[in-house]
């Protein structure tokens, strides 16, 4: 039987990417589902044999998961902004005013989904996508050079020195704390108006707060342009370079990911100092993340192709068509099924039950994808962001 699939699809679709989008906002609705979109509660009454069971379903999926799954999101939406632009450049058309006005669409669309589930990243994405445009100026070293700077969290570097020099005994709690505090006031509620006002007026500033203390502003920027760059090199077009390219990438960023995790679980052996502390396990935090991520990305890669493995990663690819329409749907799912407005099952489901959920919403997702892309070029909010994208042209 013969284990490849040697022969690349010959349509311009790259299949691989849809699969890879879909499978990492898979991963990204099991960690919202356990997470119980973004409101951290822990049932009381569980029967004692599931609070175990619970903290291995969390550690093994935030292990497997968190930080990647976004990171892949962000890789990829770097590569959609070359695809689309080195389309209208074949047409003689200049894609960055408009790629500017489609980001603010967006942005609104972000709005839109942060009324439900205040965690939301298209808002995160509008804005910091913009770096993209004078990213697209550059030539692919000078690129590569920014990315990587991005990547090197050169925010967080900097707080390690100015704490090197002013070292402190106590620092102050994230300022992001505070408002994660009050969420309890607005999602056991069972209003729904009062948990949308809560999600714009206290939700939107604790995640902007949040993104900036956990470093992902930078890194987020570092992927978009690199995501980028991997369209500009065909990396993601299935042929023997791209392969030999990922098989490198999957070595490499296997052997750097142990010594870069064991490193990030022990950062204080750097230092003692809290202000030299937070930021140093931030740093390798991102670094251990993105290792493990390209681990993720390469190893998906190279799998799509093996006819063992293909059937099942493509099973994702409807998912990850109409991706932002999903990202959309499991806010309003998920803050119904979890908040107090609706079934209130933050109280009831522990990470165990609360993962079954996630499946089973992921499942129904992909099966109404599919139905939806049998029927249709794109998904409902894609197809409303396409035309007003190009409104006017």
């Known amino acids: 039987m013969e284990s490849k699939i040697l022969t690349p699809d ?83 058309k200049d894609f960055k005013g408009r790629f500017a006005w489609r980001l603010l669409l967006l942005f609104g669309f972000g709005l839109l989904n942060s009324m439900f589930y205040q965690g939301d990243i298209l808002e995160t994405y509008a804005v910091i996508g913009l770096v993209l445009i004078p990213a697209s100026l550059l030539n692919n070293r000078a690129a590569f050079w920014l990315a990587l700077f991005f990547l090197l969290q050169p925010i967080e570097w900097y707080q390690v020195f100015q704490a090197w020099q002013h070292p402190v005994e106590k620092l102050e709690d994230p300022a992001s704390w505070a408002y994660f505090g009050k969420m309890t006031s607005y999602i056991t509620g069972d209003s729904f108006v009062e948990t949308v006002k809560g999600n714009i007026t206290n939700g939107r500033p604790a995640v902007a707060l949040w993104t900036w203390e956990s470093g992902r502003i930078t890194q987020t920027a570092g992927l978009f342009i690199l995501g980028m760059l991997a369209g500009r090199k065909s990396l993601f077009r299935i042929s023997p370079q791209s392969n030999q390219f990922w098989k490198k990438v ?70 990850g068509r109409m991706s932002m329409s999903n990202y959309v749907i499991q806010s309003v799912l998920g803050s119904f099924i979890y908040y107090g407005y609706g079934l209130g099952m933050y109280a009831k489901a522990g990470s165990t039950y609360a993962l079954l959920i996630g499946i089973t919403l992921i499942s129904f997702q992909i099966l109404f994808s599919r139905w939806w892309m049998q029927r249709h070029k794109q998904g409902p909010l894609e197809t409303l962001w396409h035309r007003a994208t190009w409104i006017g042209a």
Do not use: C
Not at 55 to 62: A, G, P, Q, R, T
């Open 10 to 92: 010959q349509s311009n679709r790259l299949h691989v990417v849809d699969a890879l989008r879909g499978f990492a906002l898979a991963a990204i609705a099991l960690l919202h589902n356990i997470e119980h979109f973004d409101f951290y509660y822990l049932p009381e009454n569980l029967p004692a044999w599931m609070p175990p069971v619970d903290k291995v379903v969390w550690d093994s999926l935030f292990f497997l998961f968190a930080g990647k799954s976004y990171s892949i999101f962000a890789l990829l939406f770097g590569l959609t902004f070359f695809i689309q632009s080195d389309n209208q450049a074949r047409k003689g």
């Open 250 to 319: 999957l070595a490499i960023s296997a052997i750097a990911f142990l010594p870069l995790f064991y490193i990030s679980q022990h950062a204080q052996w750097f230092s003692s100092q809290p202000g030299v502390l937070r930021p140093l396990q931030t740093i390798l935090s991102v670094w251990s993340n993105m290792a493990f991520t390209l681990v993720l990305v390469s190893g998906f890669f190279l799998l799509f192709q093996n006819a063992v493995f293909h059937k099942a990663l493509n099973t994702f690819s409807p998912l």
